[in-house]
């Protein structure tokens, strides 16, 4: 029967099986954690995790994007630069763990100050992000989905473990970053012994050059790109009341459920996409699967918006019920967000990476004029208004950029009826009662989907059962 199922289902099923694991884990972990860690020090773990994400876009240096670009080239030629690439990624980890052996004793320096031993454990971490993030990446690209989810799962596992055991023996912070030094240093030596077996792992500066210059300026756009979804609370702070704060923390949190439904596909087309540009009638292909993760990416856009004020209602106190009002719309910046991902191919098959840098932080540099701008004035509001234009703006420059190297028929006209569709199912929470709600969310979903497949955007049952007939 599994050999039935086609290779792309099968290998969305592994990846969202591995991420609800790994997702699972952490939710049961939470009462743990919130029990034998002081708010304080939950604060203080958020903050340093919060650097630490900026730190691990510039770790990672564009690595996994840069082998996706040359990794993609028939035979042997890929092999060779997937061993390149994977040579890159040791040493920029090994200047990592470096550089975070050096900057330990700042750690007193931060707004909320952290010991040496802390800021080195979750350098470690850091460091390993592009030792780590490679040979996944290569797992993704040659099809190898069940070994990814086992390595995922089994990291997820191995790290879960010792958090509980570390905080249990009373270490707290420091036990919590030492779970996660020790689960990437682990995953990370396993990986690359795996990354030398299958393309070797190839240690060669005068090869380094064009990926660099493919890599860094991705790293740079990945910056203002993640800017544009973070700088907000910059300017709420000192502006808006803690309370409306929470809100805005809340309906983000929530929107999130967005990007965890879209995950599975992400994680198996990316990797795949520029190489099954080459091939022969790929060009139909990746059009055509880009338009159907658009649908998939309006859809769970549309269930995040509807499920996530009903949650706020049913699950919080009524001081959090005022975060319900942002949900859709911080689903709707999100799902542009995706789309501007989807539809940007052209400006990854260049020579270089300066071509999403310019699109990237010019949305990014159109979104904090908006802060400036609307939150003073409006608040919440304003970075909800600001977030949503940058990203409208980042969509509109990738995909006109795009189809200028790489012409596609994309079926914009079908996606924007779709879009149109997902915009009145996620009003619904915003005009109805929760009770209401409830009871035409799944005929809303199941006309959203039928609507999707209509338009030939979505597979159709029937489209599914031959399929799998065929095999």
């Known amino acids: 029967m599994?050999?039935?199922?086609?290779?792309?289902?099968?290998?969305?099923?592994?990846?969202?099986?591995?991420?609800?694991?790994t997702k699972g884990l952490g939710l049961l972990l939470l009462p743990l954690v919130t029990?034998?860690?002081?708010?304080?020090?939950?604060?203080?773990?958020?903050?340093?995790?919060?650097?630490?994400?900026?730190?691990?876009?510039?770790?990672?240096?564009g690595l996994v994007d840069t082998l996706y670009r040359f990794g993609s080239e028939p035979g042997e030629a890929g092999r060779h630069s997937a061993a390149q690439v994977a040579g890159l990624a040791l040493v920029v980890s090994l200047g990592g763990l470096a550089l975070a052996a050096l900057v330990s004793p700042l750690?007193?320096?931060?707004?909320?100050?952290?010991?040496p031993t802390e800021v080195l454990l979750l350098g470690v971490t850091v460091a390993l992000e592009a030792a780590i993030g490679v040979p996944l990446a290569w797992l993704r690209m040659q099809g190898r989905a069940a070994h990814y989810a086992a390595l995922v799962v089994a990291r997820g596992t191995l790290?879960?473990?010792?958090?509980?055991?570390?905080?249990?023996?009373?270490?707290?912070?420091?036990?919590?970053l030492a779970a996660g030094a020790a689960g990437s240093l682990l995953a990370a030596l396993a990986l690359l012994g795996g990354q030398a077996r299958l393309t070797g792992i190839r240690l060669a500066?005068?090869?380094?050059?064009?990926?660099?210059?493919?890599?860094?300026?991705?790293?740079?756009?990945?910056?203002?790109?993640?800017?544009?979804?973070?700088?907000?609370?910059?300017?709420?702070?000192?502006?808006?009341?803690?309370?409306?704060?929470?809100?805005?923390?809340?309906?983000?949190?929530?929107?999130?459920?967005?990007?965890?439904?879209?995950?599975?596909?992400?994680l198996w087309f990316y990797p795949r996409r520029i190489a099954l540009y080459g091939t022969p009638e790929g060009r139909q292909q990746v059009a055509r699967l880009a338009a159907t993760g658009a649908a998939v990416t309006l859809c769970a856009a549309a269930l995040a918006a509807l499920a996530g004020p009903?949650?706020?209602?049913?699950?919080?106190?009524?001081?959090?019920?005022?975060?319900?009002?942002f949900v859709p719309w911080l689903c709707a910046a999100l799902a542009l967000q995706s789309l501007g991902s989807l539809f940007n191919i052209g400006c990854y098959m260049q020579r270089t990476g300066?071509?999403?840098?310019?699109?990237?932080?010019?949305?990014?540099?159109?979104a904090l004029a908006a802060y400036a701008a609307l939150i003073p004035r409006f608040g919440v509001a304003g970075a909800v208004a600001a977030t949503l234009l940058g990203q409208a703006v980042r969509l509109v420059w990738f995909a006109w950029a795009s189809q200028r190297s790489a012409p596609l028929d994309?079926?914009?006209?079908?996606?924007?009826?779709?879009?149109?569709?997902?915009?009145l199912v996620a009003a619904l929470p915003q005009l109805l009662a929760p009770v209401v709600v409830m009871a035409v969310a799944v005929p809303a979903m199941l006309a959203l989907a039928l609507l999707g497949a209509r338009l030939g955007l979505l597979p159709t049952p029937r489209l599914v059962s031959a399929r799998l007939a065929l095999g």
Request: glycine letters at 12%.
């Open 2 to 21: 599994l050999a039935r199922i086609p290779a792309s289902l099968r290998a969305a099923g592994l990846y969202a099986g591995a991420m609800v694991w």
């Open 35 to 61: 029990a034998l860690l002081p708010a304080e020090e939950y604060g203080r773990m958020e903050f340093l995790c919060s650097a630490a994400e900026i730190a691990a876009l510039l770790a990672g240096a």
């Open 107 to 115: 750690g007193a320096l931060l707004p909320m100050p952290a010991t």
């Open 159 to 176: 790290h879960s473990a010792l958090l509980a055991l570390l905080l249990w023996q009373g270490f707290g912070v420091a036990g919590m």
């Open 205 to 266: 500066p005068s090869g380094w050059k064009h990926l660099l210059a493919y890599g860094l300026p991705l790293t740079a756009g990945g910056l203002a790109a993640f800017l544009l979804g973070t700088a907000d609370r910059w300017f709420l702070a000192g502006t808006v009341s803690a309370a409306e704060l929470g809100h805005y923390a809340l309906a983000a949190k929530l929107g999130l459920v967005m990007a965890f439904l879209t995950q599975p596909f992400d």
């Open 310 to 325: 009903l949650l706020i209602h049913w699950a919080t106190p009524a001081a959090y019920h005022g975060a319900a009002r």
């Open 354 to 366: 300066r071509q999403s840098l310019v699109v990237n932080g010019g949305a990014g540099l159109v």
């Open 410 to 423: 994309y079926g914009f006209l079908q996606v924007a009826l779709l879009a149109l569709g997902a915009a």
